[in-house]
């Protein structure tokens, strides 16, 4: 049986991102609204019939495979950022990418239906990531408001947006979606949770929407562009 299921589990498409790297993606789908991407469908999957109905709904959910993953460690146990990379859970206590098996799962809002794409919204995927299944969102079933999640109880903190500074220069270059794409990336937190950036500002960098990013994370959380370049 697990032979056949493997045999059978393959790609239906797969989903461009201007995330080129693991740095600089949301840990969670839907915390970047501007991020955006293509679910292209392999030629076999790609006939209007697949899709049939899906404007009925808002939203989706990808199942997705970490295919920039090492393979699994073996390991029983992650550090999940949420709880300061230090404390140790159960990988299937958490969403951590590094599990015996490599799937993932977002939740992403429809932007639009096209022949053979489907356009969404809130992506948290690197730019190649294969999709296994795409399967409707039902809030009836899905959204349970008494549902308790403890230490993941809350979204990640978000910065505000004026603490994130691009010059205006930048802005101009980038332009006003990529603008808006890389202010809402850098309000996330995406230092590791070891680093006291209190008494360690550092620089980073970050490829995104095809261009190359360095960026400064310093004092009170302020987040600064220092340079850009096309990739």
């Known amino acids: 049986m697990a032979a056949a ?33 293509r679910v ?31 393979p699994w460690s ?6 999940p950022p949420r709880l300061g990379g230090n404390e140790k859970v159960g990988v299937f206590a958490s969403r951590a ?14 932007v639009a239906i096209e022949p053979g794409v489907l356009r969404v919204a809130g992506i948290d995927c690197v ?12 809030p009836w079933c899905e959204a349970l408001p008494e549902a308790r999640a403890d230490w993941a109880n809350s979204p990640p903190p ?6 994130v500074i691009i010059a205006a220069e930048f802005a101009e270059l980038l ?14 937190e995406l230092a590791p949770a070891y680093v006291d950036l209190e008494k360690q500002p550092r620089d980073y960098g970050l490829a995104i929407a ?12 302020v987040r600064e562009v220092l340079e850009i370049r096309k990739i």
């Not at 073996?74 to 550090?79: E, L, P, T, Y």
């Not at 730019?127 to 039902?138: E, S």
């Not at 332009?175 to 996330?188: C, D, P």
């Open 158 to 163: 978000i910065s505000e947006a004026t603490q």
């Open 127 to 138: 730019d190649g990531t294969p999709v296994y299944d795409v399967k409707p969102y039902l």
């Open 74 to 79: 073996g390991s029983a146990v992650v550090r």
């Open 40 to 70: 292209e469908f392999l030629p076999e999957f790609a006939a209007p019939e697949f899709m049939r109905g899906l404007e009925a709904f808002s939203h989706v959910w990808l199942v997705t495979g970490f295919h920039k993953n090492p």
């Open 97 to 110: 990418p590094n599990r015996p098996n490599g799937l993932g799962l977002s939740l992403v809002k429809i």
């Open 210 to 221: 095809g261009w190359n990013v360095r960026w400064r994370m310093g004092e009170g959380g």
């Open 5 to 37: 299921l493997e045999t059978l589990l393959r790609p239906v498409a797969f989903v461009r991102t201007p995330f080129a790297e693991k740095f600089g993606v949301p840990r969670q789908s839907g915390l970047v609204p501007a991020a955006e991407g």
């Open 175 to 188: 332009g006003e979606e990529t603008t808006q794409l890389l202010r809402e990336v850098l309000r996330l």
